[in-house]
């Protein structure tokens, strides 16, 4: 943990209006964050995404992958896969980022940007299995990176910057009302990983 993290209020609410986002900091030593950091990066079954834009299938350079309590099916971008078995460390930061923020979860996306250039476009997260309103934990490491909030309607912007080992936590009607990015940028060129934690609700 550096110097700040025990300035930082968790309690926190960084969006003006209609939704909930709580910014921990780094949750873990720096030591036990880069140790987990290398275990992902080696033990995670990585995968190129593939999005359909504009009618045509792409591969994404940034990779990802799919881990839940069940083999839950995950719909998104006309494209399913099927959840993986938790692995150790996965249970791991599962019941940490738990603690840490009081809630549950069933299910974990992970996403691996190589470099600063890869990055994730303005979205919500609110894809019909998941369940409506709950909570997201969102866990990196590695490079620190800026994710941004817009709102919908109004366009009101919050920015915040993503340190290694730090959780992020959405809440409320954040996914109704507020759309997140991960912003491309040219001046970073290590490795970040990033984790969400969900809770998938099987209809
Ligand atoms: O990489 C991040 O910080 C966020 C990823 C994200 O928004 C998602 O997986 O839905
Ligand atoms: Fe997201």
């Known amino acids: 943990m550096d110097l700040f993290s025990s300035q ?3 309690n926190k609410n960084w969006l003006p209006f209609d939704g909930t986002v709580n910014y921990h900091g780094s949750i873990m030593d720096f030591d036990v964050a880069n140790s987990f950091y290398e275990k992902l990066l080696h033990n995670i079954a990585w995968k ?25 099916e995950y719909t998104y971008s006309k494209n399913t896969k099927k959840a993986l ?3 150790k460390e996965l249970l791991e930061l599962k019941q940490l ?7 549950t979860y069933n299910s974990c996306l992970l996403n691996l940007y190589h470099t600063g250039e890869e990055g994730m476009a303005w979205h919500s ?10 909570a997201i934990g969102s ?7 800026k994710f ?10 919050v920015n915040l910057l993503l340190e290694h ?4 936590v959405m809440k409320g009607s954040t996914q109704t009302h507020w759309l997140h990015r991960l912003p491309p940028t040219k001046v970073i060129h290590k490795p970040r990983i990033n984790l969400t934690f969900r809770t998938i609700e099987l209809s």
């Open 97 to 103: 980022v738990e603690r840490s923020s009081g809630e």
């Open 148 to 157: 941004s909030f817009k709102h919908k309607k109004t366009k009101d912007k």
């Open 125 to 134: 997260d609110a894809e019909k299995d998941l369940k409506k309103d709950d």
């Open 139 to 145: 866990l990196s490491f590695g490079a620190e990176r």
């Open 8 to 10: 930082i209020d968790p």
């Open 48 to 72: 190129n995404d593939v999005a359909i834009i504009y009618g045509k299938r792409i591969e994404t350079k940034r990779k990802v992958a799919w881990y839940g309590d069940q083999p839950f």
């Open 85 to 87: 078995p938790w692995t």
């Open 165 to 168: 080992g730090s959780l992020l």
